[in-house]
């Protein structure tokens, strides 16, 4: 089943707008394009291992491809400095009536990228173009330990709503806790 977008609301960000980030590099910000699949792919593959730390790899050719078969429902935002993506956030509408209006988000920036402002600006935009595409709720999971994370989804106003425990097995061989949060529109 489709849920289509409602009749008259853009499924897409408009133009790439310009952000300057904390360390003054400026980075452009638009919807995920087809063509832009070579450097999503590229993107990930240059992930560090720490950036994928709290992460469910792999992040590969077919999960790029699965993400961004449904660009007319989906919301896809990369960040991108010239050619090459620095940042992507993959908004996924559950295709149930009974899911009608909840999205899961996920984001991901390539390590050179973090703690500069983007992923807050990157979920600031994603929440707005959400409340245009007539979204009612935005949910996600974390680890708990992903703390840096955890204030990103905060500051833009998403709530801890529960704990999954143990449910991450992590690199360092041990499970983690992960955090439900949501935010209603
Ligand atoms: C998580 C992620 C999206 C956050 O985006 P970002 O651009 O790095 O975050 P921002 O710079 O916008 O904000 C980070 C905030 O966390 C704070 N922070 C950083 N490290 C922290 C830590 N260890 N504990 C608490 N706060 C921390 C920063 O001070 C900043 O808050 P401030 O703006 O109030 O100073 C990004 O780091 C990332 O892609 N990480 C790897 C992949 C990942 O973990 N994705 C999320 C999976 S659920």
Do not use: C
């Amino acid at each position: 089943m489709r849920i289509e977008t409602p009749p008259g609301i853009p499924n897409h960000a408009g133009s790439p707008q310009a952000l300057t980030l904390k360390n003054g590099s400026a980075v452009s910000l638009a919807t995920y394009r087809p063509e832009d699949k070579e450097a999503l792919v590229s993107m990930y593959a240059s992930m560090s291992p720490e950036a994928l730390k709290w992460g469910l790899p792999p992040y590969d050719r077919a999960r790029i491809e699965r993400w961004t078969t449904d660009l007319a429902n989906n919301i896809d935002l990369i960040a991108r400095l010239e050619q090459k993506i620095v940042g992507h956030l993959h908004l996924f509408k559950i295709p149930f009536e009974r899911r009608k209006g909840v999205g899961e988000v996920l984001i991901y920036l390539h390590q050179d990228f973090q703690n500069i402002g983007l992923g807050t600006m990157m979920m600031k935009k994603a929440i707005e173009i959400a409340k245009e595409k007539g979204f009612h709720r935005l949910g996600l999971t974390v680890v708990a330990d992903n703390h840096a994370a955890i204030k990103v989804y905060e500051k833009v106003g998403f709530k801890k709503e529960g704990i999954a425990r143990e449910t991450f097995y992590g690199d360092d061989h041990r499970y983690h806790d992960e955090v439900e949060m949501g935010l209603l529109l």
